[in-house]
């Protein structure tokens, strides 16, 4: 590889965070009133409106490894393979983010129709930038120091972008003239398309910033540049031991990571009575999360790749302990929250690290890089992680006899379903996460496959 010292610089690693921060803003929007958007402005009903994020949700599974595949065939005039991808597409994702938001007053089939296309090409734009967001780490640097060190600048990103994005977004759409009423209006409709207009600007904004900050340099070192076929990619991948570990383990990251997430908010207003008190829960979460992504660096040089990862389920196991013998003491939540950021943080910044060198064992072993279905492969799963949260949470409330027409007055097997949903069922997916870090080994396959590499220089 080319590399011999580090090369990324702080401006580089702050664009990184800001390219993270700005999605994460435009995410949180869409979050908080998409799906309220389409029921109380479009006038959709709620089975279509669900259909709509249904089918975007299926079609962005889809789109995720053939976006990919296109990448890995494909060059552009500049010599480069993944940094352009984030100029080209910023502009027409932002314009599909401002088109979410706008009232065409069309027929009601017309109204649905059009909402869907919007949504399948605000999905298959964003996937485009996934690839560059989740890929460049590996491009900027070849060395392991300068690639986590930029996940932890992501996940800071991440995070700062996640609290903005939480605690703005309600005071922008008021200060456009909207929020004065339960009852949603034109107002109001003019106040979420004015804000995803200042949505699409900041989104546009946090990729020119990564565009111009960041630099490809690591490049495939033959010249083969010959068709790859689709499984070929597969069979690549599924080649690699630590690879499918590591999907596994993400996998059980992100499962654990969403229960925690979703949950928080139920545990304070079922639980205690009190949605408001999951503010000061999450706010302990996003102090750890950002102690987490500062150590993991120096934690990960002290006892090794694999270790830290199995530090990171160990973490979250032990601190679920307290919450799991008293599920009602608020002192346990903040302890569970706390741990569970110490452990996801180090999780995230691990598992993308090991990430970057898949793509290198890739080079090693065949000749090619194929960075980009790297990323939309570990980009699948985390979806499918969040998917299988959701229909856990879905079935096991349901079966707790959850009703939100019963507000506070829910059910002791549905408060102890919550309790369940925050405490043991992610401690058990932890266990599970702790035993797929022990089977990656990616450190030693990294230093095998690359000893074969240079000796065949």
């Known amino acids: 590889m080319k590399n011999e010292k580090s090369e990324v610089k702080l401006l580089e690693k702050i664009g990184f965070a800001g390219f993270s921060m700005s999605n ?27 259909t709509i994020l249904t089918i975007g949700t299926v079609w962005d599974a889809i789109n995720d490894p053939l976006i990919g595949y296109w990448s890995v065939n494909h060059k ?8 352009p991808l984030t100029k080209v597409f910023a502009l027409p994702w932002g314009i599909t983010v401002v088109l979410m938001y706008a009232n ?11 909402s869907i296309l919007i949504y399948l090409v605000f999905e298959a734009f964003y996937t485009f930038l996934c690839i560059p967001y989740n890929s460049m780490a590996t491009l900027s640097s070849n060395l392991d120091t300068d690639r986590r060190a930029i996940n932890s600048f992501r996940s800071v990103g991440g995070l700062m972008g996640t609290v903005i994005g939480a605690l703005a977004i309600p005071t922008i759409v008021k200060m456009f003239g909207g929020l004065k009423s339960a009852i949603y209006t034109e107002a109001d409709s003019a106040a979420l398309l004015k804000t995803s207009i200042l949505m699409a600007v ?11 900050t960041s630099k490809e340099r690591v490049h495939q070192q033959n010249d083969n540049e010959e068709h790859i076929a689709f499984l070929d990619t597969f069979k690549m991948l599924f080649s690699i031991k630590s690879w499918v570990a590591n999907m596994l383990f993400i996998l059980c990251y992100g499962i654990a990571s969403a229960l925690v997430m979703n949950e928080i908010n139920d545990y304070a207003a079922y639980i205690y009575g009190d949605s408001t008190l999951a503010t000061p829960v999450l706010a302990v979460y996003i102090v750890a999360a950002i102690i987490g992504s500062v150590l993991i660096s120096k934690i990960d040089d002290k006892l090794g790749r694999k270790n830290t990862m199995i530090l990171s389920a160990i973490i ?3 601190g679920k302990i307290p919450f799991i013998i008293n599920p009602y003491s608020m002192m346990n939540i903040y302890i569970n929250s706390a741990t569970c950021a110490l452990g996801i943080q180090g999780a995230f910044i691990l598992f993308n690290t090991n990430r970057n060198n898949v793509s290198d064992i890739v080079e090693f072993k065949f000749g090619r890089r194929i960075d980009s279905m790297v990323a939309t492969c570990d980009n699948l799963i985390t979806k499918l992680a969040e998917a299988v949260a959701v ?9 707790a006899g959850y009703d939100a027409a019963l507000g506070v007055a829910q059910t002791a097997a549905t408060k102890s379903t919550i309790c369940a949903l925050l405490g043991w069922v992610p401690a058990v997916i932890c266990v599970f996460m702790g035993y797929f870090a022990y089977r990656c080994n990616i450190v030693d396959e990294y230093k095998l496959e690359q000893s074969k590499f240079q000796n065949k220089q």
């Open 24 to 50: 994460n803003i435009v995410f949180n929007f869409k979050s908080l009133y998409y799906l309220t958007f389409l029921k109380m402005i479009l006038g959709i009903p709620v089975f279509w409106a669900g």
């Open 76 to 83: 552009f005039k500049t010599g480069e393979k993944i940094r």
């Open 104 to 114: 065409f007053h069309l027929t009601p089939v017309a109204t649905i129709i059009v």
């Open 202 to 212: 900041i989104a546009i904004i946090g990729c020119m910033v990564h565009y111009f």
């Open 316 to 318: 979250q196991i032990v």
């Open 391 to 399: 229909w856990i949470m879905g079935i096991a409330l349901s079966g």
